[in-house]
């Protein structure tokens, strides 16, 4: 069986894990544990010698990063989450790649001084925090302009480019990221948090370690 190799409050993990729920595959979850080093033990380099997740294993083939893994299952699977016209393909991947880069990265600098150090016993560091802010800023307007005037990120059809944003924005709450400024947005994220894809994860952005 195919095995995923995850954690609950890795927002990559998060999109590959809404992904194979939406595309309807069959997986094994690996919860890999960060905090003990789980990650740089032999036995999981074998999967990722890059030492991160998430990865895939699918027989002998392992892959890692999660923009590839959710299109690998896609495709495995067929799923119109990224359909073979090459256009549509081009389109989707723009907007996995903005988010990538755009609202996932600052993402990261906020939950890392807000989440990751506290638990980790180290000091905050509140330039980051407010760049991290500063470049969402920037970013969010784009997409609340385009959801204004379409259901999804690439028109009328759920694509990999709205699962990688739904887990991009997962912590926004716990990480007290307003979202409220985007009305689009927030109609959209609360549509997509009521489907199964979701609630087969969680509730609700760290349920799985009780936050």
């Known amino acids: 069986m195919l095995k995923l190799y995850l954690h609950p409050i890795s927002t990559p993990s998060l999109s590959v894990e809404f992904t194979a729920h939406a595309v309807g595959v069959k997986f094994e979850k690996k919860v890999?544990?960060?905090?003990?080093?789980?990650?740089?033990?032999?036995?999981?380099?074998?999967?990722?010698r890059a030492g991160k997740v998430p990865a895939l294993q699918d027989g002998n083939f392992k892959i890692s990063e999660s923009l590839t893994i959710q299109r690998y299952l896609a495709r495995r699977q067929g799923s119109d989450l990224f359909p073979e016209d090459m256009k549509g393909q081009a389109q989707i991947e723009q907007w996995?790649?903005?988010?990538?880069?755009?609202?996932?990265?600052?993402?990261?600098?906020?939950q890392f001084n807000r989440l990751i150090a506290p638990m980790l016993g180290q000091p905050s560091d509140e330039n980051s925090i407010k760049m991290g802010l500063h470049f969402l800023e920037e970013s969010l307007p784009i997409i609340d302009l385009k959801l204004e005037s379409t259901e999804f990120l690439c028109g009328d059809s759920l694509s990999l480019g709205?699962?990688?944003?739904?887990a991009s924005l997962d912590?926004?709450?716990?990480l007290k990221v307003s979202l409220e400024p985007y009305p689009f947005v927030?109609?959209?994220?609360?549509?997509?948090?009521e489907r199964d894809f979701y609630q087969n994860v969680h509730?609700?952005?760290g349920a799985e370690l009780g936050l």
Request: proline letters at 4%.
């Open 162 to 166: 709205d699962l990688t944003l739904l």
């Open 96 to 110: 996995m790649d903005y988010v990538a880069h755009h609202v996932r990265s600052p993402f990261n600098r906020i």
């Open 203 to 205: 509730t609700h952005f």
């Open 171 to 174: 912590p926004a709450e716990i």
């Open 186 to 193: 927030t109609r959209w994220r609360q549509a997509l948090r």
């Open 32 to 48: 890999v544990n960060l905090q003990s080093g789980e990650q740089r033990t032999e036995d999981f380099l074998e999967v990722n």
